[in-house]
């Protein structure tokens, strides 16, 4: 695609509701990438996919987070049992696996009522 | 653990008054340094990368520089289609691809 993909692009989750965000990288990309944003903030780290392997989840905040990219393309971030502290905006980037061509996302913005 | 401080937080400049954003990184092992622009609502616009103290690369009004402890984006003769935060982002050599972000300087360009 032109892009980086995501969707939904807004999503109102009630407390405790699980959530799922999609993210459709530019075709060819092997890297992956998705980030947390906070209101005022930069972006922080949650994962890294290169095809379908996760290298890196050392940014996932807790266990209620998880992370796939099952055939090396599409990904999905999921959100169990939402808090509070979760809403944010949810940005994937992608790359063909250089350092100076992450592309990213409109992003994902998530409100927990 | 990478660190990457940003100043001012906010800039608020004329019209064609021109400026510079700071960036200080600490990383044990540089691979990239990287300056994003973000629009409200907008995921981050790559603008830059920068992998070596002394470079220097430019775009239109956009310039940026980098030192072995920190990196400058010069705006000359702003305009408002400007106003954005600016993010700098840095790649330590020594891991994946993981990226550190700064908190961003929130530019804004008056009429």
């Known amino acids: 695609g032109a892009g980086v993909s995501q969707s939904p692009r807004y999503k109102v989750a009630k407390r405790g509701q699980d959530v799922a965000l999609r993210c459709d990288p530019i075709?060819?990309?092997?890297?992956l990438f998705w980030y947390q944003q906070a209101l005022g903030q930069g972006p922080e780290f949650l994962t890294y996919?290169?095809?379908?392997?996760?290298?890196?989840k050392s940014g996932l905040p807790s266990d209620r987070f998880f992370a796939e990219r099952p055939e090396g393309s599409v990904s999905t971030l999921k959100i169990q049992r939402t808090q509070q502290e979760d809403s944010a905006v949810y940005l994937c980037?992608?790359?063909?696996?250089?350092?100076?061509?992450?592309?990213f996302g409109e992003g994902s913005w998530l409100t927990v009522v | 653990e990478d660190q990457v401080t940003q100043s001012p937080e906010a800039l608020r400049l004329q019209e064609g008054e021109s400026s510079s954003l700071n960036c200080s990184y600490t990383?044990?092992?540089?691979?990239?340094l990287f300056w994003y622009r973000q629009d409200p609502g907008k995921g981050p616009e790559f603008l830059f990368t920068?992998?070596?103290a002394g470079e220097e690369k430019e775009k239109e009004r956009l310039k940026a520089t980098l030192t072995k402890k920190e990196s400058f984006l010069h705006i000359t003769a702003p305009k408002p289609e400007d106003s954005a935060t600016y993010l700098c982002?840095?790649?330590?050599?020594?891991?994946?691809?993981?990226?550190?972000f700064g908190i961003g300087t929130k530019l804004q360009v008056i009429p």
């Open positions: 980037a992608s790359s063909l696996g250089s350092p100076d061509t992450i592309y």
């Open positions: 075709s060819g990309h092997v890297s």
């Open positions: 996919f290169q095809n379908e392997a996760q290298l890196d």
């Open positions: 990383v044990s092992g540089l691979r990239g």
């Open positions: 920068l992998y070596s």
């Open positions: 982002a840095v790649q330590d050599s020594g891991g994946y691809q993981k990226v550190t």
